[in-house]
């Protein structure tokens, strides 16, 4: 039977510029046709409420591109639908993306209208030399002030920093670090700069920092983080109890959810079992099927209990409470220990590089500096 609680993940494509590390579904556009894009993500949004009915909506998350390009209206209007085809949970996590630009801060107060009660910031630093590598339409000062905006507008606000930039040190990353945690309430987002193919970085051969200036940084963030009451509940996100990101969470701990917009990815579980779904990644060719046939899917693939069991494993284990047993078992209807290579298993836990005991299996700190290696190991071929 389906889980009776899903996510909604609304993708908005579009961005001022193009950021050099992006490797997301970004666009830059001359122009939107708003009203059309409206009419497009509610049909979308209403084909996948009819295929979900009577479930119960945990949390509404809108990513990008840049979602505070989009207007509040349509926001309000997309919260609205979805609080209508779904019965949405007591204390409704919403949240929206947005940058710190002058122009993007002065809709913080009509999104709040809007019925938007968290904002995830792409503030990324604190210098405006490295802000301007990164290809950032803010400066340093607009960062710090669209934070404060955040705090006064909004009763929950999370921003991003990232490190491992060329030429930057543990000491400068530190710096970072102190301005950070000045202005942060519960919720750090902190990610190593990578390099990823298809982005300009990737094109002009940028190299990040060597791998033992990012382990430093990284060791750094963990520890200072945790003394200030923001230990790491995922690889890369930090926050004080309670304040967790309530949609990621659900969605890495391997809950439904339904992604609507152009490249926007879904997993849907009914009596047959759970579906993968993926959006047409292009926005104007996802706009046009939309408007033929209310939705945009490129790809639809029914997973195979042993997919679903990878998946799983391979989000669960980002998390520092790991993969609980039981739940792993709920979801897909296998034994946890039946999906570890026994000798992958012994050897890391033997190198204090994961925790396995009754309640599940856990990657230790030391571990999600080698993740990928850690997954590696484990996953039975």
């Known amino acids: 039977m389906p889980a009776s609680g899903i996510s909604l993940y609304i993708h908005w494509p579009f961005c001022a510029s193009k950021c050099p590390y992006c490797d997301f579904n970004s666009h830059v556009a001359d122009s939107v046709d708003h009203h059309r894009w409206r009419r497009g993500l509610l049909a979308e949004l209403g084909y996948f409420a009819n295929e979900t009915k009577g479930r119960q909506l945990t949390s509404i998350f809108f990513g990008g591109g840049t979602p505070s390009l989009m207007e509040p209206e349509t926001t309000a209007a997309l919260i609205e639908a979805a609080k209508t085809h779904w019965q949405p949970v007591d204390g409704l996590e919403i949240t929206l993306e947005a940058n710190p630009s002058t122009a993007e801060t002065k809709r913080?107060?009509?999104?709040?209208?809007?019925?938007?009660?968290?904002?995830?910031l792409g503030v990324q630093s604190f210098r405006d030399s490295y802000l301007g590598f990164l290809g950032r339409g803010h400066s340093a000062a607009e960062a710090m002030d669209a934070i404060r905006l955040a705090a006064a507008t909004f009763s929950r606000f999370s921003f991003d920093l990232i490190y491992g930039l060329p030429g930057q040190t543990a000491d400068d990353f530190g710096q970072d670090l102190d301005q950070a945690l000045q202005l942060a309430r519960g919720h750090l987002s902190v990610y190593q700069l990578?390099?990823?193919?298809?982005?300009?970085?990737?094109r002009d051969a940028v190299v990040a920092a060597n791998e033992d200036t990012g382990a430093e940084?990284?060791?750094m963030c963990q520890q200072r983080l945790t003394v200030a009451g923001m230990p790491a509940y995922e690889v890369s996100n930090h926050a004080g109890p309670g304040k967790e990101c309530r949609h990621n969470l659900e969605i890495w701990r391997g809950g439904d959810y339904v992604g609507v917009g152009p490249g926007a990815h879904g997993h849907v579980t009914g009596n047959a079992g759970t579906d993968s779904i993926y959006q047409i990644h292009q926005p104007e060719?996802?706009?046009?099927?939309?408007?033929?046939k209310k939705h945009g899917t490129a790809k639809r693939q029914a997973l195979t209990p042993d997919e679903r069991a990878e998946e799983i494993l391979m989000t669960g284990l980002?998390?520092?409470?790991?993969?609980?047993?039981d739940q792993f078992r709920a979801l897909t209807g296998l034994e946890l220990g039946d999906r570890l290579d026994p000798g992958g298993l012994e050897k890391m836990v033997e190198g204090g590089f994961l925790v396995s005991d009754d309640v599940g299996v856990r990657?230790?700190?030391t571990g999600r500096l080698c993740l990928n290696e850690v997954l590696r190991q484990l996953l039975v071929a």
Request: net charge negative.
């Open 363 to 365: 990657v230790t700190t």
């Open 285 to 292: 060719r996802w706009l046009a099927a939309v408007e033929v």
């Open 217 to 219: 940084m990284y060791e």
């Open 108 to 120: 913080f107060q009509a999104f709040r209208d809007a019925g938007v009660n968290r904002l995830s």
């Open 318 to 325: 980002r998390l520092t409470e790991g993969v609980n047993q």
């Open 194 to 202: 990578t390099i990823e193919p298809g982005t300009a970085f990737h």
